[in-house]
Nanobody
Framework: QVHLVESGGGLAQPGGSLRLSCAASGFSLDYYAIAWFRQAPGEEREIVSCINSAVATYYVDSVKGRFAISRDNAENTVYLQVNSLKPEDTAVYHC?????????????????WGQGTQVTVSS
């Protein structure tokens, strides 16, 4: 059974950094794409970044140059390094995975989700 657990969220000051983790169990990440989504109060959920099994990555424009996604297949974990945080990055961050292959990981209709981790950026 696919199970994802996020961690690493918290309170950060503007300009600060956090490292979010998405630990997978019940399956091997090697052949799966993993995405990070976020949802702020009153806002629609948006994809932030994703990485596929070929280590191709995607970033939404608002985080390019600030966020970095990586995967450690040996640890069965995907990370999202979030730097230069802004108040508008405040949201619940969820990771999601799916075994289906699309040419772009941002197109995948992800079906397996973690419970989320809160990121709050405030001075």
């Amino acid at each position: 059974q696919v199970h994802l657990v996020e961690s690493g969220g918290g309170l950060a000051q503007p300009g600060g950094s956090l490292r979010l983790s998405c630990a997978a169990s019940g399956f091997s990440l090697d052949y799966y794409a993993i995405a990070w989504f976020r949802q702020a109060p009153g806002e629609e959920r948006e994809i932030v970044s994703c990485i596929n099994s070929a280590v191709a990555t995607y970033y939404v424009d608002s985080v390019k140059g600030r966020f970095a996604i990586s995967r450690d297949n040996a640890e069965n974990t995907v990370y999202l390094q979030v730097n230069s945080l802004k108040p508008e990055d405040t949201a619940v961050y969820h990771c999601a995975t799916d075994a289906r292959w699309y040419s772009a990981c941002a197109w995948i209709p992800y079906e397996n989700w973690g419970q989320g981790t809160q990121v709050t950026v405030s001075s």
